[in-house]
C-alpha cells in the first residue's frame, strides 16, 4: 500500500511529505536524504552566501541522490537585497525541476521557470493569496498555518481551518504546512482536503540535519508553549524559539520599541551562530509548535518511513474500524 495524492504525482516523489526550504538547514546531507527516503527536499537558496556557492551545493546534492529534489527561493524586504536574478539563473542553469518561492509575490519569477520546465509550489499564509498565486498559474501551493516556525502571516488562522478553507478553493496540488511532524498530522491534512504534508521543525531534527545537537536537543525536550511570537507590532510577526534574546525582543517591541531597537538582537550571523555552535541563547532561531510533538532524532530514512506507515495503519486500520463499527449498528 502507498498514499498516491495529487501531490507526489505531479512532482514525481513517492510519499506526500516535502522538507521545505529552511535558512542554514536546508544544506545537501539533508535534502539528499530526505529524497533517498522518496519525500521532495528543498535546499534553500539563501542559505549560500554566492550564486556560485549555489550551484556548487546542487553539484554535491546530486552527488548524494539521483532522486528529485528542489530549491527554495524566498523574497523578502531587504536593505541589501541578495541577487535574486543570479540565483534564479543557477537553479535554471544546473536543470533543477522544482522551486519553492515564497515571501512575495511569485509572478515575476514564473516565466522563466516555466519555459525551461521548473515546477513552481508557492508557499502562501492565507487563503487570497493562495487563490492569487493560483491564478497566477503555479504548479502546487503549500499553506501554511499560524502554527508554523517562521513567518505564518497576520492572520493567524491555524490549519485545522486554513487548510480546509483553502481546499475548497484551489484545484491544484496543495500540501498542508504548520504543525506537522508525524503520521497523525499527514492523516489529519488529507483529511482536511490537503494533498501532502510539509515539515520544517520534525526535519531538523533528524541525524542528517546540520544543526547543532544542542539544538536538536533543546527542540525533544522542548513542548508546544517553547516559541516567541515577535515583531507582531511591526506587521511582520515570526514565529522563533523562546529565548532569553526573544523573549528581549518581544518585551522592547511591547514597550512602544521599533526595528532598529531590536536589529542588532536579531540579526542573522547570530541565528546561525546557535545552529553551528549549539548556544541556544546565542540569538533569534526558529522553530514551530511542532516541537511539542518531536520526542527523539532519528535518521530521515526512518522519520520518513516511520510517518508513512502509521499514516496507511491509521488510515486502513483504526479509521476504516470505525466507519465499519458504525455501519454495523
Not at 79 to 89: A, G, L, M, S, V
Not at 111 to 134: E, N, W, Y
Not at 249 to 271: E, S, T
Request: aromatic share 4%.
Amino acid at each position: 500500500m502507498s498514499i498516491r495524492t495529487k501531490f507526489t504525482e505531479t512532482f514525481g516523489v513517492e510519499h506526500p511529505i516535502a522538507q521545505g526550504g529552511m535558512q542554514w538547514v536546508g544544506r545537501a546531507e539533508l535534502v539528499a536524504a530526505v529524497a533517498n527516503a522518496g519525500a521532495l527536499g528543498f535546499l534553500t537558496a539563501l542559505t549560500q552566501p554566492t550564486p556560485a556557492d549555489l550551484a556548487n551545493e546542487i553539484a554535491k546534492t546530486r552527488d548524494l541522490t539521483d532522486k528529485p529534489f528542489g530549491v527554495n527561493l524566498t523574497i523578502l524586504p531587504a536593505i541589501n537585497p541578495p541577487p535574486y536574478d543570479e540565483y534564479r539563473q543557477v537553479i535554471v542553469d544546473a536543470g533543477i525541476t522544482i522551486v519553492e518561492t515564497a515571501g512575495s509575490n511569485p509572478a515575476p519569477h514564473l516565466p522563466m521557470f516555466h519555459d525551461h520546465g521548473i515546477k513552481v509550489l508557492h508557499k502562501c499564509t492565507s487563503v487570497r493569496h493562495a487563490v492569487k498565486a493560483q491564478s497566477l498559474g503555479v504548479d502546487g501551493i503549500s499553506i501554511d498555518g499560524f502554527e508554523c516556525a517562521g513567518h505564518p502571516g497576520e492572520d493567524d488562522i491555524p490549519g485545522l481551518v486554513l487548510i480546509p478553507a483553502a481546499a475548497d478553493k484551489i484545484e491544484i496540488p496543495m500540501i498542508a504546512s504548520g504543525g506537522f511532524a508525524d503520521a497523525r498530522g499527514l492523516v489529519a491534512a488529507l483529511a482536511l482536503g490537503a494533498d501532502g504534508i510539509n515539515m520544517g521543525s520534525r526535519f531538523m531534527c533528524t541525524v542528517e540535519s546540520c544543526i547543532h545537537d544542542n539544538v536538536k536537543a533543546a527542540i525533544v525536550e522542548g513542548d508546544e508553549r517553547g516559541t516567541e511570537l515577535i515583531f507582531r507590532s511591526l506587521h511582520n510577526t515570526a514565529r522563533v524559539a523562546s529565548n532569553v534574546v526573544s523573549r528581549e525582543v518581544v518585551q522592547i517591541l511591547k514597550d512602544g520599541g521599533q526595528f532598529d531597537d531590536v536589529k542588532d538582537l536579531v540579526a542573522g550571523v547570530r541565528g546561525r551562530r546557535v545552529f553551528d555552535d549549539g548556544d541556544v541563547d546565542a540569538g533569534i532561531w526558529t522553530v514551530g509548535t511542532a516541537m511539542g510533538l518531536i520526542n527523539d532524532v532519528p535518521t530521515v530514512g526512518e522519520l520518513v518511513s516511520r510517518i508513512v506507515t502509521e499514516a496507511e495503519d491509521l488510515i486502513s486500520g483504526r479509521l476504516a474500524t470505525m466507519v465499519a463499527e458504525t455501519s454495523a449498528v
